[in-house]
């Protein structure tokens, strides 16, 4: 394996990558985009922090790419969308620098309090002023809080112990983990009419971008002091210049811009009451190490085929989930892979439905075994990353319920397609021996007991004596084993549904004489 380090990662992280038997790792800091493309060339992980763009480009120039892991939490320097569609896992470390961020806020705020960063200037350049730098109390003020996830959270924390009151405003946030935490969770009107000081901490996206401007200031106290150590962008950056200026906004702290590095010229250097840090927020010994050495771990573990962690494109899930899992997911593909084949062409919708004791354990990952194995033999370089994408370019449209209806199983994995003319298929599957052996049950809700290995040769027959006999003598004159068969007879319409798993796909010839018998209305071949 060759792991590139595009950005400066912990020496530890780097360390365990070189450690590993068969890796190569190549570190190139500060590249150019036009080195990074050079240097993706043969590269089947990038290890990033915020710096490097890994762009549609860069994962075009990359034929071996599998995982870019970004040792940290934004992923916005990454394309997704690019990385999904070639099926190339994206990876981040979200917990390890929540505290150095939180801090890092705290200290802005500080600083938007007691006007230390000025002080400190002016003692440097000789002086004292003491009457100037007065200041006031982070007490009895009121904080709101934009985004109350991670960082939020330990912000919301410490600014308690400084006796201050906590709003917050998010979407996703539930009174219960409000009332818990002591804060009140309020509209993004209330956090701004009511803050003394603001802090964001979201993601940048449509929703969020702006989201404190002109509007919000012309509606907030006079005198607030806002903070962002989350995304430039959250807080639009001509409307706080416009605020600081007219005296609106009397402090504000700044990790991150609109545009990084930040312009020399940027009004913004020129606000006294303005402090600003250059992307220092997971800047800290203990997070560096924490996150450098958490990606390093996670992608050498999802590049050596282990347990995927902490993936934007894929179900994450932990070691002890994915060992319950496992059985299911070869049963999950076979089912995918058989029913795309009995399905035909023109499939326009894909159902899964899980019934009994599985409904308890997390299905999507399952669910991805699926849709991955549907498309098995449809498209080239599909996985579990990828799947869901390739199925809606192809127009199909997947649909996953649980279902709590009875069935003859414990358990019961049911896949539906559905193509352009309303015609359904179904095939149903489960786990035999102690969840070990999995077993298609039913085509069609006929029951039958079929391996899901192999190839398959599916038939529908008028149920009259000599068929048996008959594809038993054209398969061994095509010197073709018969290694199991399952048979269902429905006697009230006079039609039998057998499996047979062969050892071998039979010959056009021996599929001509098949098809040529007047009593087999229809058969498939099926691969697995
Ligand atoms: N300055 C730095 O160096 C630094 C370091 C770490 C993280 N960050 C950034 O800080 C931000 C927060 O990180 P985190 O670890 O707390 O993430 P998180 O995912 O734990 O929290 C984000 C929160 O934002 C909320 N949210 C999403 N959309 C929202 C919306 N439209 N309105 C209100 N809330 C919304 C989510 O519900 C979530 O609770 C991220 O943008 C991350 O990239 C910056
Ligand atoms: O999203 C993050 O984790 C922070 O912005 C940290 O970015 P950095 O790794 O470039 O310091």
């Known amino acids: 394996m060759k792991i590139l380090v595009a950005d400066k990662i912990s020496p530890k992280g780097v360390d365990f990558f070189k450690a590993q038997q068969g890796y190569t790792v190549v570190e190139a800091y500060g590249s150019s985009p036009e080195q990074i493309l050079e240097l993706v060339k043969d590269v ?18 990359a034929p071996n790419l599998k995982v870019v892991g970004r040792a940290g939490v934004g992923v916005d320097n990454i394309d997704i969308d690019a990385a999904t569609e070639r099926g190339v896992i994206v990876m981040n470390t979200p917990g390890g620098n929540t505290i150095a961020t939180a801090e890092l806020t705290f200290t802005h705020m500080l600083c938007g309090t007691r006007p230390i960063a000025q002080a400190n200037a002016t003692m440097k350049g000789g002086g004292w002023g003491r009457k100037q730098y007065s200041g006031f109390e982070l007490m009895g003020k009121t904080l709101g809080i934009c985004g109350f996830g991670r960082i939020g959270a330990e912000v919301a924390k410490r600014a308690q112990a400084f006796g201050m ?13 409000a009332q818990s935490m002591g804060i ?11 803050s003394d000081y603001i802090t964001v901490h979201m993601p940048l996206n449509d929703e969020t971008r702006g989201m404190i401007g002109k509007d919000a200031f012309a509606k907030a106290k006079d005198g607030l002091r806002v903070f962002n150590c989350a995304r430039g962008g959250i807080i639009d950056e001509a409307a706080l210049i416009e605020a600081v200026q007219s005296g609106k906004v009397a402090a504000a702290g700044l990790d991150v811009y609109e545009g990084e590095p930040l312009a020399e010229d940027s009004p913004l250097r020129k606000l006294d009451n303005v402090v600003l840090t250059p992307h220092l927020g997971a800047s800290t010994a203990e997070a560096q190490e924490s996150v450098g050495v958490e990606v390093a771990e996670q992608m050498v573990e999802a590049l050596n085929g282990g347990t995927v962690r902490n993936a934007i494109n894929m179900p994450s899930v932990d070691a002890k989930a994915l060992e319950a899992l496992k059985p299911y997911l070869s049963l999950g593909e076979a089912l995918g892979t058989f ?67 009875d069935t003859s199983y414990q358990e019961l994995v049911e896949v539906q397609t559905i193509d352009a003319t309303g015609k359904s298929r179904t095939v149903g599957g489960t786990l035999f021996t102690r969840r070990q052996e999995p077993r298609i049950v039913h085509i069609d809700h006929h029951g039958l007991e079929v391996n899901t290995s192999g190839t398959l040769l599916v038939l529908k027959n008028q149920d009259v004596p000599g068929i048996i006999g008959f594809i038993g003598t054209v398969l061994s004159e095509d010197g073709i084993n018969i290694a199991n068969m399952s048979l269902s007879r429905d006697q009230g319409e006079g039609f039998a549904i057998s499996v047979y798993e062969l050892d071998s796909v039979p010959s056009e010839t021996t599929q001509s004489k098949i098809t040529g018998h007047k009593d087999i209305e229809k058969f498939r071949v099926i691969e697995l």
Do not use: M, W
Request: aromatic share 4%.
């Open 339 to 405: 029913i795309q084949q009995l399905g035909g062409e023109c499939i326009e919708s894909l159902k899964i439905t899980y019934f009994g004791k599985i409904t308890e354990l997390d299905t999507l990952p399952l669910s991805r075994a699926i849709q991955r194995g549907f498309l098995k033999h449809i498209v080239e370089q599909v996985n579990d990353v990828n799947a869901p994408k390739k199925l809606e370019e192809l127009g199909v449209k997947v649909e996953t319920t649980s279902s709590n209806t």
């Open 184 to 194: 009140s969770k309020v509209t993004l009107d209330d956090v701004i009419a009511q």
């Open 44 to 61: 089947d992980a990038i290890a990033v922090r915020s710096e490097t763009k890994v762009t549609a480009e860069v994962v075009a120039a």
């Open 165 to 177: 009151t906590v709003l917050a405003y998010d979407p996703f946030l539930t009174d219960a983990r």
